[in-house]
């Protein structure tokens, strides 16, 4: 399927407004939760009645526009009627930060053509940031184009991560990796939103971002941004299958290609 670069920069534009709306929402109740509006759908993961209604005017948004495209959203069964056009939504990554007014989270949206990442945007409520992305187009925060940090090397470089709080029984080989980029890297930063991860390595503040167990609106539309921004993404193998394995490298081709190795040498398996 041909696309139009004006085809593409009108599904940007609807991805923006759903986000906008959404954040709304998002600033709204920040700090301002109840218990009654906090669940936990398993060990340490938690929803709240704002990540639903985000979701609800972001798909709600999506649709008024175009009714045939799929939707993957995280807190709703997909809905996968065969279209080759698939939102990938995360209406409040970051729920636990929110839940406990830290305030580090974002909305994330991206769009997959044929099964390949051709539009990602990454809404930072709080302080008014929007990062976008089009394939073969650059990525941009504000407006303004955006590329990964100069360092090529993991001893000048900050590292992102996140904690598998989904998957303990690799928290051994995950520690034994963290020491190692401890040991290596200028330092190493958890801020508890995997999207807003690759969003600052996208812009070169982070030289590289590692987490696994994610799901695909975790890291869609920020590894769209990061590959765009001029870095490399990959899963734990090396291979572009992270959307399906939930295993994520990113970060410029020198510190990517230092990060790999080690995870490599841990996670043999």
């Known amino acids: 399927m041909t696309i139009h670069p004006n085809d ?3 599904y940007l534009d609807v991805a923006r407004e759903a986000a906008l709306q959404s954040g709304v929402v998002l600033k709204e109740y920040f700090r301002k939760l109840c ?3 906090i669940d936990e759908k398993a060990k340490n993961d938690y929803v709240t009645d704002v990540d639903k209604k985000s979701e609800e005017l972001i798909k709600g948004h999506i649709k008024s526009h175009f009714n045939n495209h799929d939707i993957m959203a995280e807190e709703s069964p997909a809905e996968r009627n065969s279209s080759q056009f698939l939102w990938i939504v995360d209406p409040l990554d970051g ?3 929110y839940i406990h007014g830290l305030p580090s989270f974002a909305v994330s949206i991206a769009l997959e053509i044929e099964g390949n990442l051709a539009v990602g945007l990454i809404y930072e409520p709080l302080r008014e940031n929007i990062y976008s992305s089009i394939k073969g187009h650059g990525s941009f925060k504000n407006g303004n184009r955006i590329h990964v940090s ?3 090397a993991l001893s000048t470089s900050l590292i992102a991560t996140g904690f598998p709080f989904r998957i303990k029984d690799v928290i051994d080989s995950y520690l034994r990796v963290f020491k190692n980029f401890f040991m290596q890297s200028t330092g ?5 939103s995997a999207c807003l991860d690759l969003a600052y390595t996208a812009e070169g503040i982070f030289g590289g971002f590692f987490e696994c167990a994610l799901s695909p609106w975790d890291m869609a539309a920020g590894a769209l941004l990061v590959e765009e921004a001029g870095g490399i993404v990959t899963d734990f193998k090396g ?3 992270y959307l399906k394995t939930g295993n994520i490298i990113a970060g410029t081709k020198g510190v990517h290609q230092e990060m790999l190795r080690i995870i490599q040498a841990t996670f043999k398996n």
């Open 8 to 10: 593409l920069q009108k």
């Open 35 to 37: 218990p009654s509006m």
């Open 95 to 97: 729920t636990l930060n």
């Open 150 to 152: 100069h360092s090529e």
């Open 188 to 192: 190493i930063r958890r801020g508890g």
């Open 239 to 241: 291979e572009n299958n």
